[in-house]
């Protein structure tokens, strides 16, 4: 069993910052690929990044992709999304996910993670 708890939350401008944080339980936090994934009011959860086992490769959606950044810190159990230039539409809740499939592909599909977070809440005010 994994647990996955987001932080790092809240308000901010356009134009601005925010990072996000899931902290995994447990000793297989290496073994998983980790994901983020948001979803808004009315729509469906999104991908939005994804990182390798060893923090090698990456994967974004093209609606984040030279603004957003994904890394992972094996040693902390942790994986964080580093969110620059936000927009309105990335209003939404950020959901941290795990997979525990063991191919080497970096899964950008929901169906492909099983262990998601709570979630954490990211308003970007115009």
């Known amino acids: 069993q994994v647990q996955l708890v987001e932080s790092g939350g809240g308000l901010v401008e356009a134009g601005g910052s925010l990072r996000l944080s899931c902290a995994a339980s447990g000793r297989t936090f290496s073994r998983f690929i980790m994901g983020w994934f948001r979803q808004a009011p009315g729509k469906e959860r999104e991908f939005v990044a994804a990182?390798?086992?060893?923090?090698?490769?990456?994967s974004y959606a093209d609606s984040v992709k030279g603004r957003f950044s994904i890394s992972r810190d094996n040693a902390k159990n942790t994986v964080y999304l580093e969110m620059n230039s936000m927009k309105p539409e990335d209003t939404a809740d950020y959901y941290c996910?795990?997979?525990?499939?063991?191919?080497?592909?970096?899964?950008?599909?929901?169906?492909?993670?099983?262990?998601w977070g709570q979630g954490t809440q990211v308003t970007v005010s115009s």
């Open positions: 990182v390798s086992r060893s923090g090698s490769r990456t």
């Open positions: 996910a795990a997979s525990i499939l063991v191919d080497s592909r970096v899964y950008t599909e929901r169906n492909e993670y099983y262990y």
